[in-house]
């Protein structure tokens, strides 16, 4: 079983580092770009560690690719557990899809996330894709409680 490795990727944009006391070493996982997404084969072990002691995966900040692994994973979670994670890891066409949805239904969507870098991944695609609606912008800057000036993007 030590030999068993299970994949994980980052969705997110920005780079994740992970330092394993239990095998003593460290991954990086590049943050996302276009479809572009970063994955590494973690140790069993490694796995175990984040998931018993961190919020990794609660959080969204790793998702597991292992289809057997999820099923796992699924059941050792309760159902508000369940749905945090299900609101917190978006893929980036995902993020793209719900900003570019009508008004309503992007608040809607939006207001279930609550992981602090999720929202600063919404932010980033944001700016990136120049939302141009003025009550989206609106929105945005009021749900992610930054202070974002989309008219100074390029």
Not at 32 to 48: F, M
Request: charged fraction near 35%; glycine fraction near 2%.
């Amino acid at each position: 079983m030590a030999d068993k490795k299970i994949k994980l990727e980052r969705r997110r944009n920005t780079t994740f580092t992970v330092n394993c006391p239990k095998t003593n070493r460290s991954w990086i996982w590049s943050g996302a770009k276009a479809n572009k997404i970063d994955s590494h084969d973690v140790p069993q072990e490694t796995y175990d560690w984040l998931f018993m002691q961190t919020t990794t995966f609660t959080s969204g900040e790793l998702v597991l690719c292992d289809y057997k692994t999820i099923e796992e994973f699924d059941e050792s979670l309760s159902d508000e557990d369940k749905e945090k994670l299900q609101n917190n890891m978006h893929t980036r066409k995902e993020i793209e899809e719900i900003l570019n949805s009508n008004t309503n239904s992007m608040k809607a969507k939006l207001e279930k996330i609550t992981e602090k870098s999720e929202k600063s991944f919404v932010v980033d695609i944001a700016k990136e894709i120049k939302i141009d609606s003025a009550a989206k912008r609106e929105f945005i800057n009021k749900w992610s409680g930054y202070e974002i000036d989309f008219s100074s993007e390029e």
